[in-house]
C-alpha cells in the first residue's frame, strides 16, 4: 500500500503539535514540582505518535515513562535505540504475562507487579540473575482492576520473603474519579494509598494521573503520571481547560448537490431537508474514528462556516449541510475542519457520549500525520 504521505493530495491531514504537547508536559510539572512529572504513553501515545511524543517529552526533561504492554516498551525502546537517556525509565503498567518477563529486562523495561503471581515469576527471574532486581508495585486502592488486592498484601505482610530480590522503585495505585473532584472515593483512595504506602517507605509514591494533579498537593508525593493532559483532554469535568489544543484534524470536500425540501439524505435516511439545500460530502468516516455516534451532532467548519453534520456518518464519508456557503468557494479538495479550536477534542466527546480519551484512540491509520512545531527542531 502507498502511504498516505508518499500522494500529493491526502484525503485527511492531522496535525500534532509536539510545541503543545511540551507546554502542556511543563505546566503539569510546574504544578506538581517538587515531585516529578512522568508520562503516560500507551496505545501509541493516546494515538498521536509514541515516537515522536517520546523523543518532545525527553527533550523536555520528562525521565518517567510509562506504557500498558511490554510489545509497546520494547518497540519504543528499539525505535529510540541510543537515544534512550541513561536515566530515563519506562515502566509497563500491565506488568508481564508469564514468559514475558525476560523480554522486560533484555530490554530494560520495569514491570509494574500487579499480583502475587507476577512478583512470584519477578522473584524467580531475580533468583536466576542473582541479583536484586528493580520494578514497581501496584495496590488496588478501589478500581479493582490491576494492583495487589488487601487480600493479598495481608499475605506480603504476613510473608515478607514473597518480596526478597525484588528491589521496589515506585509504589503506584489508580484513582477512579479523579476528573470529578467532589467525588468522595478521592479521598478514601487517598487514606488507603498512604496506608500502601507505608510499606515501602524506600519506593516513590506515584498515584496521580492527569486529574488527580489538579486533585491537589495531597495528591503527588513523588511522580505523577499524567497521559490524558499531555495531549489536550480537560482534566477537570465542570472547569476551564488548562491545556493547550494538541490536534487539528481536516478533511476534503469531495462534492455537494442541491437537494429540495423534503428530500432526505445518507443510510436509511435518518436526516430530510427543511428547506432547499446544498450538501456536501466530507472524506471523513467512521474507518477513520470519526464515530457513528456523531451522526446529525458535530458540526464541521469551512471558510469560518459551521457545516452541521447531516444524516449518519458513513465508514469513509460524511454529508454536511452547506447551503449557507456559497458555492463557487465549495471546490473538490478544499479543506474542512473537523477537530479545531472551535470544536475540539473534548466538545467532540461530548457531542459523541463519549470521553476525549476514545476520540483521540480511534484517529485512524488513513489520516496524513503531520508534527508541528518540534521543540528540538
Ligand atoms: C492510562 C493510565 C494513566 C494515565 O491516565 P490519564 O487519565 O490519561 O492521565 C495513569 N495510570 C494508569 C495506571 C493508567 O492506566
Not at 68 to 83: F, I, N, S, W
Request: charged share 20%.
Amino acid at each position: 500500500m502507498m502511504t498516505p504521505s508518499a500522494l500529493s493530495c491526502a484525503a485527511a491531514l492531522l496535525d500534532i503539535d509536539l510545541g503543545a504537547i511540551a507546554a502542556n508536559w511543563c505546566l503539569l510539572a510546574s504544578t506538581t514540582a517538587p515531585a516529578r512529572c512522568g508520562a503516560v504513553v500507551k496505545a501509541d501515545a493516546y494515538g498521536l505518535g509514541a515516537v515522536p511524543v517520546v523523543r518532545t517529552l525527553l527533550h523536555a526533561g520528562c525521565r518517567e515513562f510509562f506504557v500498558a504492554l511490554v510489545e509497546e516498551g520494547v518497540a519504543l525502546r528499539q525505535a529510540l535505540g541510543g537515544a534512550w537517556p541513561a536515566d530515563a525509565r519506562l515502566h509497563v503498567l500491565h506488568g508481564a504475562l508469564p514468559g514475558a518477563e525476560r523480554d522486560c529486562l533484555a530490554h530494560g523495561l520495569l514491570p509494574v507487579l500487579n499480583s502475587l503471581d507476577q512478583i512470584e515469576r519477578w522473584q524467580a527471574l531475580a533468583r536466576e540473575q542473582g541479583r536484586a532486581l528493580p520494578a514497581a508495585i501496584q495496590g488496588d486502592t478501589g478500581m479493582a482492576r490491576l494492583g495487589l488486592s488487601p487480600v493479598e498484601l495481608a499475605r506480603l505482610d504476613a510473608e515478607p520473603a514473597r518480596l526478597d530480590g525484588i528491589a521496589a522503585t515506585l509504589v503506584m495505585s489508580h484513582l477512579v474519579s479523579a476528573e470529578d473532584a467532589a467525588d468522595p472515593v478521592n479521598a478514601l483512595q487517598l487514606q488507603r494509598f498512604r496506608a500502601l504506602r507505608a510499606r515501602w517507605p524506600r519506593a516513590a509514591g506515584c498515584l496521580a494521573n492527569s486529574s488527580g494533579i489538579f486533585l491537589g498537593r495531597d495528591f503527588h508525593f513523588d511522580l505523577s503520571r499524567p497521559g490524558a493532559a499531555l495531549y489536550g483532554v480537560a482534566p477537570m469535568t465542570g472547569r476551564p481547560n488548562p491545556m493547550r489544543a494538541v490536534v487539528h484534524l481536516q478533511g476534503r470536500l469531495i462534492q455537494w448537490r442541491e437537494v429540495a425540501a423534503g428530500d432526505a439524505v445518507g443510510y436509511n435516511h435518518t436526516w430530510t431537508a427543511a428547506r432547499a439545500s446544498r450538501i456536501a460530502t466530507v472524506s471523513v468516516g467512521y474507518a477513520d474514528g470519526y464515530l457513528r455516534s456523531l451522526s446529525s451532532r458535530a458540526q464541521l467548519r469551512f471558510d469560518g462556516k459551521t457545516l452541521p453534520l447531516v444524516g449518519r456518518v458513513s465508514m469513509d464519508t460524511v454529508t454536511v449541510d452547506a447551503t449557507d456557503v456559497p458555492a463557487d468557494t465549495l471546490q473538490p479538495g478544499a479543506l474542512v475542519d473537523l477537530i479545531d479550536s472551535v470544536q475540539d477534542i473534548n466538545a467532540l466527546a461530548q457531542q459523541a457520549g463519549t470521553n476525549a480519551y476514545e476520540i483521540l484512540t480511534s484517529l485512524g491509520p488513513r489520516y496524513r500525520r503531520q508534527y508541528l512545531n518540534d521543540p528540538r527542531a
